[in-house]
């Protein structure tokens, strides 16, 4: 069974300040990695997927993350907070073979302090 | 255009009423989905329609109907609720089923509130 960790329901940075959110998978096979973000009020929109190839992802808005499965970790990433990154962050993992269901983690909110 | 659209955007029913919920994409994906999103929870797979046949169903209660009468077009149909149903229900979209990392787009949602 596959399954990821979100350490930290919330994360509070000051804006400007590094955005360090973490997730840790488990999966026997090779994992599929997701970091989504929801807006209050809307739906998930994603921000970078792991598949296969380069281990760190770059994604939108200044987000990047890192698959190190030496470590199982997908920690998501931003030099620079800024007011519009106050969201909840979802770490997502699928696996193949078969219908791949993604597994969410339970979520991070993000708060930016100006 | 990657966009779903979702109506009703907010949805008060009573627990003998009858409603719908309707979801949209034009992006040409055969696979789509319904989830349920309680506050502060993550998203919960409700079914899957892969090609226009419901694929996965997640042990979901027969109060809740899902219908796709077309490639873009996805329904779910709501009778009998229950309070504890309250919560927002996401429609994704993804190209196909079963390719491999595939990217799910997401609708902004109805928030239902179930009296």
């Known amino acids: 069974a596959q399954s990821v960790t979100q350490l930290g329901s919330h994360v509070s940075v000051s804006e400007g300040a590094l955005v360090l959110l973490r997730c840790n998978y488990s999966s026997s096979v090779p994992p599929y990695l997701f970091w989504y973000v929801q807006y209050p009020n809307q739906g998930l929109q994603l921000l970078l997927k792991?598949?296969?190839?380069?281990?760190l992802v770059k994604g939108i808005n200044g987000f990047e993350a890192e698959f190190k499965k030496s470590e199982t970790s997908f920690h998501l990433t931003k030099p620079s907070a800024h007011m519009s990154d106050a969201a909840e962050y979802f770490c997502a993992v699928t696996t193949s073979g078969g219908y791949q269901k993604v597994t969410f983690g339970t979520g991070t909110k993000l708060q930016v302090i100006p | 255009d990657t966009e779903v659209t979702q109506t009703p955007k907010h949805l008060v029913m009573g627990m003998t009423n009858k409603k719908s919920l309707k979801c949209e994409q034009h992006m040409g994906h055969r696979a789509m989905y319904w989830y349920k999103q309680k506050a502060k929870k993550p998203p919960e797979l409700m079914f899957v329609?892969?090609?226009?046949?419901?694929?996965i169903n997640e042990s979901v209660p027969s109060r809740f109907s899902p219908e796709c009468p077309n490639s873009s077009l996805l329904n779910l149909h709501l009778h009998a609720l229950q309070p504890e149903d309250s919560a927002l229900y996401l429609c994704a979209s993804s190209q196909a089923l079963s390719r491999i990392g595939e990217t799910q787009y997401f609708g902004p949602g109805t928030r239902l509130l179930v009296l």
């Open positions: 792991y598949t296969t190839g380069a281990t």
């Open positions: 329609y892969s090609y226009e046949k419901l694929s």
